[in-house]
């Protein structure tokens, strides 16, 4: 375990390493270091300290929801901190997570409580980017889909933490991979920045993004994962070979950045 944690941390800073200065944000996904024991979490946890000292936001893809005191403990833990005593302690410390609403506003309310305190954020499982989502998600509730449902709740959860940006602290996740359900929420949720997964890999395209962002060409912040870290697998990165695989990650992203400027 402690092997493993230490080679995913080498492969993490290696990419960070190469690709800091083009984006603004990174997405570490917790169940991928969870599965490594303790030694996986503290790599998750020198990743998102690393990154946040190269000026990268910090995503946590965590997808924690409960109520009450539970919702309170998974805030603290991942956003805010908690007092040991006569100290104040942080945990991961992300500045964003994001959050599953089954529960309702029992489950978010402790986070949006939180981000109000901290200045930070989360973003809320809306429409999920994965073939089976429309089991739940596109099932229809007094008239309409129950994405929409959950995207009206979000644009009310985040009503109260609205920043000088115009932006809430309250965002959403919307699959790259439905963009007509894209088009729908953004008009659903005008204040929240959509998280944007599913580009690339998952068949995502850049000309399926335009209606995720608003009119100002803000609004949306689009991921790419297994696209960017695992780029050095992909034939059209071949010519860089394994031992530089943090080269490849770095033409992917600028390929990347290319590819999503020429929509607007």
Not at 11 to 25: E, G, H, M, S, T
């Amino acid at each position: 375990m402690e092997g493993a944690a230490e080679a995913i941390w080498q492969f993490n800073k290696a990419i960070v390493d190469a690709v800091y200065d083009l984006i603004p944000a990174v997405k570490p996904q917790i169940a991928m270091y969870e599965q490594f024991g303790i030694p996986g979490l503290v790599a998750f946890d020198k990743t998102v300290k690393y990154c946040q000292e190269k000026g990268l936001v910090v995503i946590g893809d965590v997808k924690r929801g409960d109520i009450g005191s539970t919702s309170t403990a998974y805030a603290n833990g991942h956003l805010g901190s908690v007092t040991i005593g006569n100290t104040v302690c942080r945990g991961f410390d992300e500045d964003f997570i994001t959050v599953n609403p089954y529960l309702g506003t029992d489950g978010i309310k402790p986070f949006v409580d939180v981000c109000k305190e901290e200045k930070k954020g989360i973003f809320v499982l809306v429409k999920t980017s994965n073939p089976s989502s429309g089991e739940l998600q596109d099932k229809e509730v007094d008239g309409k889909h129950l994405y929409e449902l959950v995207g009206s709740y979000v644009d009310k959860w985040g009503s109260e933490c609205v920043g000088e940006s115009g932006y809430s602290a309250v965002g959403a996740v919307v699959g790259a991979t439905y963009p007509e359900m894209g088009k729908v929420l953004r008009k659903v949720m005008p204040k929240s920045y959509i998280l944007v997964p599913g580009y690339g890999a998952q068949g995502g395209t850049a000309d399926g993004l335009k209606p995720y962002f608003n009119e100002d060409g803000l609004g949306a912040i689009v991921n790419s994962s297994r696209g960017i870290i695992c780029a050095y697998k992909q034939e059209k990165y071949a010519q860089f070979g394994e031992a530089n695989y943090a080269d490849a990650s770095r033409q992917a992203v600028i390929d990347m950045r290319d590819d999503i400027n020429s929509i607007f």
